[in-house]
């Protein structure tokens, strides 16, 4: 059982930065895969990025690639993602999860999720 708790979340100007962090319980993080989410008002939830267990793979949604770096530090049990050059589009609540196997892009297959804070962008 894990669970997810993240921060970071707030309101920024178009261009600014954020860093979302996921702090997560129990002493087997290391051994999980570890994504970000986001869903926006009226929209379904779709994948951002995601981390592999050691952090050395990771994965990006097209639409952030470039922009955005997720990162893991086992030791603290919490994995990050840094967001650079924000822009309005990427308002949305954001959520982190984590699955036991391999790195996915599909919501459903992750087992423990957080709640999510808002990312509010404005122009």
């Not at 952030?64 to 994995?79: H, M």
Request: charged residues 20%; positive net charge.
């Amino acid at each position: 059982q894990v669970q997810l708790v993240e921060s970071g979340g707030g309101l920024v100007q178009a261009g600014g930065s954020l860093r979302l962090s996921c702090a997560a319980s129990g002493r087997t993080f290391s051994m999980y895969t570890m994504g970000w989410f986001r869903q926006a008002p009226g929209k379904e939830r779709e994948f951002v990025a995601a981390i592999s267990w050691s952090g050395g793979i990771t994965n990006y949604a097209d639409s952030v690639k470039s922009r955005f770096t997720i990162s893991r530090d086992n030791t603290k049990n919490t994995v990050y993602l840094q967001m650079d050059s924000l822009q309005p589009e990427d308002t949305a609540v954001y959520s982190c999860a984590a699955r036991t196997l391999r790195m996915r892009t599909i919501a459903h297959e992750y087992d423990y999720w957080g709640q999510g804070p808002q990312v509010t962008v404005s122009s």
